[in-house]
């Protein structure tokens, strides 16, 4: 049974930083992409990173380019995002996945089969 547990979630001020972390167990971490997505009140939820198997490709919305970073020790079998130089419009529920499948598009939510229970990252003005 795959399971991902997010912590770091918090209360910061406008363009400060948070680091989200994700630990998976369950199967081999390392096979597999992660991904952190986000869903803010009445909207869509949304991916915010991913990263490949090895972390040698990444992916990141355009709204985080160049400030936040998604990385992942697989000797740890977990994952994590930097957020820097964050604005209230990044307010939402954080939530780490992992895909179904081997060499899946990592790009894509579909192929994600798996996820955390989330933590509320709020960042004020």
């Known amino acids: 049974q795959v399971q991902l547990v997010e912590s770091g979630g918090g209360l910061v001020q406008a363009g400060g930083s948070l680091r989200l972390s994700c630990a998976a167990s369950?199967?081999?971490?390392?096979?597999?992409?992660m991904g952190w997505f986000r869903q803010a009140p009445g909207k869509a939820r949304e991916i915010v990173a991913a990263?490949?198997?090895?972390?040698?490709?990444?992916y990141y919305a355009d709204s985080v380019k160049g400030r936040f970073t998604i990385s992942r020790d697989n000797a740890k079998n977990t994952v994590y995002l930097q957020m820097n130089s964050l604005k209230p419009e990044d307010t939402a529920v954080y939530s780490c996945?992992?895909?179904?499948?081997?060499?899946?598009?990592?790009?894509?939510?579909?192929?994600?089969?798996?996820w955390g229970q989330g933590t509320q990252v709020t960042v004020s003005s």
């Open positions: 996945a992992t895909t179904r499948a081997l060499f899946s598009d990592y790009t894509q939510e579909n192929n994600y089969a798996y």
């Open positions: 369950g199967r081999t971490f390392s096979r597999y992409a």
């Open positions: 990263v490949t198997s090895n972390g040698g490709s990444t």
